[in-house]
């Protein structure tokens, strides 16, 4: 099985952390549905189209491995394993357990500079949205929950947060073509909240949003042909 990679994705370079960032791009392909459940992924040819060495690419996943994205056949290689529905939801759920209780904590330590410089985020991803520029959108949602995440004062459960959340890499929201216009429209409804100080409303409002986001993210994935059928066009 030839693995195309992408373009942009290619000469990552040789950082420290170049194994988690192979990882974090296998990781994409996968959820992205580029590799398909039951297809090899060769160390040298992933090595050849990245331009880096196969050590690397073999952290990488043995990394994915113990996430259960790959799982190793004997004297074979390192295969694709199926994820279903039920595991992407699962993750969606976690993410919005944890998010939603970061959330109702910042409720209680929105300061009137933490909830301007919020609202400017979410006028900034408010333009993307309208715009059309889905990795502006990207980037400007990511700042959205990070400011809510440290507002909380809860560095552990962010943290988890942050564990979770990488399972979903960056780069793939942009790619659901119905997601800017939702976060933006959910957004506003956590901003709401956080404005009112109301703990509760916030955190469901949160929890609520990351449901949805993980609710496009299956459709997207069933599209593109994740479980079973040929990828629509």
Same mark, same amino acid.
């Given at each position: 099985?030839?693995?195309?990679i ?8 040789t950082?420290?952390?170049l194994?988690?960032?192979v ?5 994409e392909?996968i959820m992205?549905g580029?590799?398909?459940?039951g297809e090899?992924l ?8 990245f ?5 690397p690419?073999?952290e ?15 004297r074979?290689?390192?295969v ?8 992407? *939801? !699962?993750l ?7 998010? %939603? @209780? &970061? ?5 209680g330590r ?5 909830l ?13 949205a309208?715009?059309?520029r ?5 980037e400007?949602?990511h700042a959205?929950?990070r400011?809510i ?5 809860s560095?552990?459960?962010?943290w ?10 960056r780069?793939l929201y942009g790619?659901?073509p119905?997601?800017p216009?939702?976060?933006a429209?959910d957004h ?6 956080l404005?009112s100080?109301?703990p509760a409303?916030? *955190? !469901? ?5 990351i449901v949805r986001? %993980? @609710? &496009?993210?299956?459709?997207y994935?069933e599209?593109?042909g994740m479980?079973?059928?040929p990828?629509?066009?």
């Amino acid at each position: 099985m030839t693995v195309a990679i992408p373009r942009e994705q290619r000469g990552l370079g040789t950082r420290p952390q170049l194994s988690d960032e192979v990882a974090s791009r296998i990781r994409e392909m996968i959820m992205d549905g580029r590799v398909r459940p039951g297809e090899y992924l060769r160390l040298e040819r992933l090595a050849l189209e990245f331009g880096i060495s196969v050590t690397p690419v073999r952290e990488a996943l043995q990394s994915l491995r113990s996430e259960g994205f790959v799982h190793l056949e004997p004297r074979r290689g390192f295969v694709v394993t199926p994820l279903s529905r039920q595991d992407v *939801g !699962d993750l969606f759920w976690v993410q919005a357990a944890i998010a %939603g @209780e &970061l959330t109702a904590r910042a409720a209680g330590r929105m300061t009137a500079d933490r909830l301007a410089a919020l609202a400017d985020t979410q006028a900034g991803l408010e333009r993307a949205a309208a715009a059309g520029r889905a990795d502006l959108a990207e980037e400007r949602n990511h700042a959205f929950h990070r400011s809510i995440n440290l507002a909380a004062g809860s560095a552990k459960l962010a943290w988890s947060l942050a564990a979770v959340a990488r399972y979903v890499p960056r780069g793939l929201y942009g790619r659901v073509p119905d997601w800017p216009g939702s976060a933006a429209r959910d957004h506003r409804l956590i901003l709401a909240a956080l404005r009112s100080g109301d703990p509760a409303a916030a *955190g !469901d409002e949160m929890r609520a949003h990351i449901v949805r986001s %993980g @609710e &496009l993210l299956i459709a997207y994935l069933e599209h593109r042909g994740m479980w079973g059928g040929p990828p629509d066009t």
